[in-house]
């Protein structure tokens, strides 16, 4: 899923890619260098992003070749900055020592720049190696990262709690995986404590918002108001008959009857009502992103409907939940 979610961000944002290679813990492709800012305020899995600068076979001696004959490592390091280097090691079968690679490339840097000034706590330029799948990946990291991580996001520090709380990782996650921009209008009808709409107004989406509980639709109000966050509406209502129309983006969360109501209705009848009448005020090549329990099959209920699967995540929550975040598009 973090790798779905960083390419679903990029067609968001209009950003052409090719080239992925998945390796263990990191994902390399090409795009244009300024999707950088997005990816990384974006992205709900994401540790650490950067630009590639060079790859080698993770062995000491070709490394050190490699970071020697390296002339690039100027156009990133200006005159009276400081850097580190930190290597990771995702491979724990690696006997690599990732101190010495450090210091072999810091040393190379140093001799290739003339000025670079090692400081490892608050360098102005972090470059960072990924020892993974045999390869050493190693490039310049963005320093800007978790814009978004902000610890009043955490659920328990909001005005309004309910234990059906998405987390606010897997609400941004799923927002992004409907491939939502800053222009787009983003509905949430099993809305809750507003945890989705919130972190797709912090995306800078329109938002609206409805629940068949008063109490959840107040505190959806409280929380986005905490938030200084607008929803254009936030209502009462069934999400089998909403008052919208014209929809393009739906990410959701309905009930499981575990820790929110389903209001003695069945959880399955609930979300095929719901896709059923969501497939009516969809446009065309629109996106649903929703989470259900692993026991509905949702390629019998899209059978029927005008919906294309365009991805499916398995996410064990505990023993007996297994949620499947699944990604739909109006045909
Ligand atoms: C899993 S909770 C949503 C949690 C939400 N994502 C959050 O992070 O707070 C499901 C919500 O669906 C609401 N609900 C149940 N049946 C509904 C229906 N038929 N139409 C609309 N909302 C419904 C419940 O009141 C509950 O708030």
Redesign the pocket.
């Known amino acids: 899923m973090p790798y779905s979610e960083i390419i679903a961000i990029l067609e968001a944002e209009g950003f052409l890619y090719e080239n992925e290679e998945i390796f263990p813990q990191l994902l390399c492709l090409k795009s244009n260098v300024k999707c950088i800012p997005s990816v990384s305020y974006r992205a709900s899995f994401l540790k650490d992003c950067g630009i590639e600068i060079f790859r080698c076979r993770a062995e000491e001696n070709e490394i050190t070749r490699k970071a020697s004959e390296e002339n690039s490592f100027g156009r990133y390091l200006l005159k009276g900055q400081t850097f580190s280097v930190r290597i990771k090691k995702v491979e724990t079968g690696s006997s690599i020592d990732t101190g010495k690679i450090e210091r072999i490339i810091g040393k190379a840097i140093l001799e290739k720049t003339k000025y670079g000034r090692v400081q490892l706590s608050n360098p102005n330029i972090s470059f960072l190696g990924v020892l993974t799948n045999n390869l050493l990946i190693f490039g310049l990291k963005n320093n800007n990262l978790s814009l978004h991580r902000n610890p009043l996001r955490r659920?328990k520090s909001r005005p309004f709690f309910?234990p059906?709380?998405?987390?606010p990782k897997l609400?941004r996650c799923m927002v992004n995986l409907a491939r939502v921009n800053s222009s787009s209008l983003v509905l949430?009808?099993?809305?809750?404590?507003?945890?989705?709409l919130l972190e797709a107004g912090l995306i800078g989406c329109e938002i609206v918002g409805?629940?068949?509980?008063l109490?959840?639709v107040k505190?959806?109000r409280q929380n986005l108001e905490y938030f200084k966050i607008q929803p254009a509406s936030l209502l009462i209502?069934?999400?089998?008959c909403l008052p919208f129309h014209k929809i393009a983006r739906v990410v959701?969360?309905?009930?499981?009857g575990i820790?929110?109501?389903?209001?003695k209705?069945y959880t399955k009848t609930?979300i095929s009502?719901?896709l059923f009448f969501i497939a009516d005020i969809l446009m065309e090549g629109g996106y649903v992103a929703i989470?259900i329990p692993n026991s509905i099959k949702i390629k019998e209920i899209c059978e029927t409907l005008n919906y294309r699967i365009v991805e499916q995540h398995s996410l064990r929550e505990h023993r007996s939940l297994t949620r499947e975040i699944i990604v739909l598009q109006k045909l």
């Open positions: 659920p309910h059906s709380i998405m987390m609400a949430d009808p099993f809305c809750g404590t507003g945890s989705i409805s629940d068949l509980s109490q959840m505190g959806s209502a069934d999400a089998k959701t969360d309905p009930p499981y820790t929110s109501s389903t209001f209705r609930i009502e719901f989470s």
